[in-house]
């Protein structure tokens, strides 16, 4: 038998040996990933070789160009955004949405128990509808007028028994118009209860995506709860900080061109938007005012994303950020400022 070298035992060299291994076994693990993740399926069904697989592409420092960009910070919102609660303290009945689901205006999304109120309003409905008290009331107008004349007629009344019968007919009169009074506030006492029947629906206040239902079936919810949050990113909408005195040299108002950077995966994106609205009230510590931009979402683009926006064409050296890869209504010879403002 062969000896160890001095201080080596035989545990030690087995560890030695294990370790080995594990390296190895590490190397060929990596090295078929990479192989791997090199491989790829064309749409023909057979196997080829990804050219770029193994290198990720450098991520862009959106910092760095939007200061080179120019213009103001902002955060991409959805357009409309509303957390919606009853408004009452309510126990959940039915949840006829789920999150991410399409919805239009009107849509009912949640129910809440509502047996109470819907008999309330079949009751007024009832009410409302019935037009017997006017119909009476009139029949007694027209007999006590119809007494009155033939009394008149005949001649032969002394001045109580004219009175009296006047005074009937003149009471069915008031009486008539009561009674259409009554049936007209009948009438408002329906759509009363109809708006509080309201109160146990939620129906959708704009086309958009239900983002999150926060409710189950069986909760009993405050009126303070939020229970269903609808989001519309069809349009996607930026408060920039403008330098007030950029504000009032490009006129910024309702309707102004905006130039909008967005930071996206892979490369930001370019795109126009138009000035919604311009505070009336400038900071006066920090010299800006807040601009309401909205830009088209057409390639469904999630809120919450980093932005830039500017109110001056950037240019031609921009072209390659532009959506669509082309520019859109450039001004010929455009381009920013040096210290970044944005401005002409």
Same mark, same amino acid.
């Given at each position: 038998?062969?000896?160890?070298?001095?201080?080596?035992?035989?545990?030690?060299?087995?560890?030695?040996?294990?370790?080995?291994?594990?390296?190895?076994? *590490?190397?060929?693990?990596?090295?078929?990933?990479?192989?791997?993740?090199?491989?790829?399926?064309?749409?023909?069904?057979?196997?080829?070789?990804?050219?770029?697989?193994?290198?990720?592409?450098?991520?862009?420092?959106?910092?760095?160009?939007?200061?080179?960009?120019?213009?103001?910070?902002?955060?991409?919102?959805?357009?409309?955004?509303?957390?919606?609660?009853?408004?009452?303290?309510?126990?959940?009945?039915?949840?006829?949405?789920? &999150?991410?689901?399409?919805?239009?205006?009107?849509?009912?999304?949640?129910?809440?128990?509502?047996?109470?109120?819907?008999?309330? !309003?079949? &009751?007024?409905?009832?009410?409302?509808?019935?037009?017997?008290?006017?119909?009476?009331?009139?029949?007694?107008?027209?007999?006590?007028?119809?007494?009155?004349?033939?009394?008149?007629?005949?001649?032969?009344?002394?001045?109580?028994?004219?009175?009296?019968?006047?005074?009937?007919?003149?009471?069915?009169?008031?009486?008539?118009?009561?009674?259409?009074?009554? %049936?007209?506030?009948?009438?408002?006492?329906? @759509?009363?209860?109809?708006?509080?029947?309201?109160?146990?629906?939620?129906?959708?206040?704009?086309?958009?995506?239900?983002?999150?239902?926060?409710?189950?079936?069986?909760?009993?919810?405050?009126?303070?709860? &939020?229970?269903?949050?609808?989001?519309?990113?069809?349009?996607?909408?930026?408060?920039?900080?403008?330098?007030?005195?950029?504000?009032?040299?490009?006129?910024?108002?309702?309707? %102004?061109?905006?130039?909008?950077? !967005?930071?996206?995966?892979?490369?930001?994106?370019? !795109?126009?938007? @138009?000035?919604?609205?311009?505070?009336?009230?400038?900071?006066?510590?920090?010299?800006?005012?807040?601009?309401?931009?909205?830009?088209?979402?057409?390639?469904?683009?999630?809120?919450?994303?980093? @932005?830039?926006?500017?109110?001056?064409?950037?240019?031609?050296?921009?072209?390659?950020?532009?959506? &669509?890869?082309?520019?859109?209504?450039?001004?010929?010879?455009?381009?920013?400022?040096?210290?970044?403002? *944005?401005?002409?």
């Amino acid at each position: 038998m062969s000896q160890l070298p001095p201080g080596r035992t035989i545990i030690g060299a087995m560890k030695l040996n294990n370790l080995a291994v594990v390296l190895a076994l *590490g190397a060929a693990l990596s090295a078929g990933v990479v192989a791997a993740s090199s491989v790829v399926v064309r749409s023909d069904g057979k196997s080829g070789v990804n050219p770029g697989a193994g290198t990720l592409a450098p991520p862009v420092d959106f910092e760095a160009l939007a200061a080179k960009f120019g213009g103001a910070k902002a955060d991409t919102k959805a357009s409309q955004d509303t957390v919606m609660a009853f408004g009452i303290p309510v126990q959940v009945k039915d949840i006829v949405v789920e &999150g991410g689901q399409a919805v239009k205006k009107g849509d009912l999304l949640i129910r809440a128990r509502d047996a109470d109120q819907v008999a309330i !309003v079949e &009751g007024q409905r009832i009410q409302a509808a019935s037009e017997y008290e006017i119909q009476a009331a009139d029949l007694a107008m027209k007999l006590a007028k119809l007494k009155f004349e033939r009394l008149k007629e005949s001649g032969t009344f002394s001045p109580a028994e004219k009175d009296e019968l006047e005074t009937q007919y003149l009471t069915g009169v008031a009486q008539l118009e009561q009674a259409k009074t009554k %049936h007209e506030l009948e009438k408002m006492r329906l @759509a009363q209860a109809e708006g509080q029947l309201e109160r146990y629906r939620l129906e959708a206040p704009f086309d958009g995506i239900v983002e999150e239902v926060k409710v189950e079936v069986g909760q009993g919810v405050r009126e303070s709860d &939020g229970a269903i949050r609808v989001v519309n990113t069809a349009k996607l909408r930026l408060d920039a900080y403008a330098p007030t005195h950029e504000t009032i040299e490009l006129a910024i108002d309702k309707g %102004h061109k905006a130039w909008v950077l !967005v930071d996206l995966p892979g490369k930001p994106r370019l !795109v126009e938007g @138009a000035v919604q609205y311009i505070s009336p009230v400038a900071d006066s510590v920090s010299q800006r005012r807040r601009v309401r931009v909205e830009v088209v979402n057409t390639e469904g683009w999630p809120a919450g994303t980093q @932005a830039q926006v500017r109110f001056t064409d950037p240019g031609g050296a921009w072209d390659e950020y532009r959506a &669509g890869g082309k520019a859109l209504g450039a001004a010929p010879g455009a381009g920013g400022i040096a210290d970044g403002r *944005g401005g002409r």
